[in-house]
């Protein structure tokens, strides 16, 4: 196999060495292993058995190994791009806003899942239970909100930044605003009575952290029998976020980012059970998105740490 292509040509009798444009595997011998991380929406075992199809998926597709990585929080994920020791990220618009800017750029947006009706985003929403008095977020005054970790834009950024436009700054207007570490532990805390109330992503009443909490039979109540979706109620819902991208380092071979890219938009038609996993089915397809998507949140993410630096 020739590694190193060039041609030789005769220019007046002298023969010069001319490059041909790079070879589409040309990156494999710089990149042997692709490592695609994830942020802890669930369980580790549960982002294990929901990502190992489409990992191989992936590595029949590029032809090289791919390593899934479950970090630990959204910022493990952040740093580890920044660092490039994470090719492929996995995030929520706020934390990728993070990323973007912790990078100097290096840590691009290129794709994201477009829900069944066709739309793209999902929504950051406030639980509580359905057999609790709360029925509206201002019968919350004075109670306990379980928040998400602080990168998490449905979990914490979101609900912090809108609550506060509706002068509901979740440290003032709750009695505590604890941070949980995970969609699931916030669920957790609400259902054992930690907190009253719990912050958490929503597609659609099939499609949330929370149906997925219950189709794994993870809720239980007093009596030990399984909750149910009508066992919970949601009091507050934001605008629509952007969809969570996935983001690759920028830097990388073009051909390298290209494969990439490709492999995600085309998985519901090339492995589509690999693909359906994901989401339990409730998604359509990778579609395309940019930096450009995601701008609004980097103001956001501006906004909160001018309020961190007030209360500093």
Known sequence: MIKRRSVLVSTAGVLLAVPFAANAQDWKAKYPEIVVAIVPAENAGGVVDRYGPFVKYLEKELGTKVTLRVANDYTAVIEGQKNRQIHVGFYGPGSYARAYAVSGGNTVAFGTTQNQDGSIGYYSVVYVKADS??????????KKLGLVDVESTS?????VFFMNREGKAPDKFFSVAQVTGSHENAVLAMTQGTVDAATNWWNSDTDSNLTRMLNKGMLKKADGSPMKYEDFRIVWKSPLLAGSPFAYLNDMPDDLKKAIASAFYNAHKKDKAAFDKLSDGKDLAFVPVGHKDYLEFIELNKYLEELRRKKG
Not at 133 to 142: A, T
Not at 155 to 159: D, H, L, M, N, V
């Open 133 to 142: 008095p709360y029925k509206s977020l201002d019968d919350l005054k004075g």
């Open 155 to 159: 979990g914490y950024k979101a609900p």
